[in-house]
Nanobody
Framework: QLQLVESGGGLVQAGGSLTLSCAASGRTSRSYGMGWFRQAPGKEREFVAAISWSAGSTDYGDSVRGRFTISRSLAKNWLYLQMNSLQPEDTALYYC?????????????????WGQGTQVTVSS
C-alpha cells in the first residue's frame, strides 16, 4: 500500500511558476512509477506527466510538454512537478498517483494509489 500527499498548490499569475510536491509513504521499498494528473471543473481528469521508477523515463501530456518538468528524489519517495509559463487553462486540482512497477504510465486506469489533490489556480 502507498499513501500519497500533495502540497505546493496555490494562486499564481499567468506566466508564473509553481512547484508541486508529493510525498509517498507506506510500502515504498518496492519499485513504483508515479504520475501527475489534473481535473478542471466540469472536465474529465487528464494526464499531465509520468516518471519511471529509475527516473530514466518521463512522459508528458501534449498541453504541458515543454512547460512542465516531472522529477523524483534520489530516495524515490518524493515526486515533483515544476510548472513554468502557467496559463489560466492550467487551473485545476492536481493529483499525484503511483503504481507498483518500473514504468512511466500515462493511463490513469493503471494507477491504484492517489493523493487527495492540491489546487492550482492561475489568474489572467
Amino acid at each position: 500500500q502507498l499513501q500519497l500527499v500533495e502540497s505546493g498548490g496555490g494562486l499564481v499569475q499567468a506566466g508564473g511558476s509553481l512547484t508541486l510536491s508529493c510525498a509517498a509513504s507506506g510500502r515504498t521499498s518496492r519499485s513504483y512509477g508515479m504520475g501527475w494528473f489534473r481535473q478542471a471543473p466540469g472536465k474529465e481528469r487528464e494526464f499531465v506527466a509520468a516518471i519511471s521508477w529509475s527516473a530514466g523515463s518521463t512522459d508528458y501530456g501534449d498541453s504541458v510538454r515543454g512547460r512542465f518538468t516531472i522529477s523524483r528524489s534520489l530516495a524515490k519517495n518524493w515526486l515533483y512537478l515544476q510548472m513554468n509559463s502557467l496559463q489560466p487553462e492550467d487551473t485545476a486540482l492536481y493529483y499525484c498517483a503511483a503504481e507498483y512497477g518500473y514504468g512511466a504510465y500515462r493511463a490513469q486506469e493503471t494507477y491504484n494509489y492517489w493523493g487527495q489533490g492540491t489546487q492550482v489556480t492561475v489568474s489572467s
